[in-house]
């Protein structure tokens, strides 16, 4: 470990300096488990008892405003964006529990102070409800009091600006991956969130963020080898759906 973290600091150029820890965050929660399922508050309650850093999920808004947590466009058929709540509200994931609003999310967040809350706002078909969703959201991570622990993340160079705008000092990190260090930080972004093959062909930006005082995260990492070399680039973050595996390498730096 010695020969590693010195080896480390000759290449990076930072002689006396150390990197914190790479951080585990739980994509779409702990859900790889017995009785979780992917976003379901279960999966939520397993990140924080894994003792993970953060939990992500994923945010979409309904036809009439209420933002839902779900990964995809649609449940069961049903397209959130153009649904009214009522609607999709009784349909469950595969672990039984039905569709949880973000406000019961956050309830449960809120209860659970260990771990940090990645929230992911979806792309919308139509850019008005993406300025919707983003309103609507901050207004109740505000209304619970957890603007400190809340970080957001999207696809969507719209929203990630709206939420700039919106949430001031919040952390707002973009996905997609085609935007360099420097122009993220022009744009306001608290870093890059790309995915790890991204990374491996731009590994300068890991670098370059880092000298802009920006943060690194890398999705969705769940093999070990790929673990390791990010771990060896000194990322900030990296998601995964494996977080008490990459948990384990992490206590073996």
């Known amino acids: 470990m010695k020969k590693r973290l010195i080896a480390t600091m000759l290449v990076a150029g930072c002689w006396g300096m150390t990197f914190a820890q790479t951080k585990v965050i739980a994509h779409r929660g702990y859900w790889d488990c017995e009785g979780s399922a992917q976003n379901s508050v279960a999966a939520l309650v397993k990140a924080s008892e894994a003792g993970v850093f953060g939990s992500e999920f994923d945010v979409s808004v309904t036809a009439d405003g209420i933002p839902v947590v779900n990964h995809d466009d649609d449940i069961r058929g049903h397209v959130i964006e153009t649904s009214v709540y009522a609607s999709i509200k009784d349909l469950t994931l595969p672990n039984g529990e039905t569709l949880p609003t973000l406000e019961q999310y956050l309830v449960k967040g809120k ?143």
């Not at 260090?181 to 731009?202: I, S, T």
Request: hydrophobic fraction near 40%; charge should be positive.
């Open 111 to 253: 209860s659970l102070p260990d771990v940090q809350l990645i929230l992911e706002i979806k792309p919308h078909k139509q850019e008005a409800n993406e300025d919707r969703a983003v309103k609507a959201i901050v207004e109740l991570v505000k209304k619970h009091g957890l603007e400190k622990r809340v970080d957001y993340i999207s696809f969507s160079m719209n929203i990630c600006k709206e939420l700039v705008k919106a949430a001031p000092g919040a952390p707002v990190y973009y996905l997609n991956g085609d935007v360099t260090p420097a122009e993220l930080k022009r744009l306001g972004m608290a870093g890059l969130d790309y995915h790890y093959k991204v990374l491996q062909k731009h590994p300068q930006w890991i670098k370059e963020a880092r000298a802009l005082g920006l943060k690194t995260n890398s999705w969705t990492v769940n093999n070990t080898k790929t673990m390791q070399w990010l771990i060896d680039q000194n990322v900030d973050f990296i998601t995964t759906d494996k977080p008490v595996e990459l948990k384990r390498l992490l206590e073996q730096e």
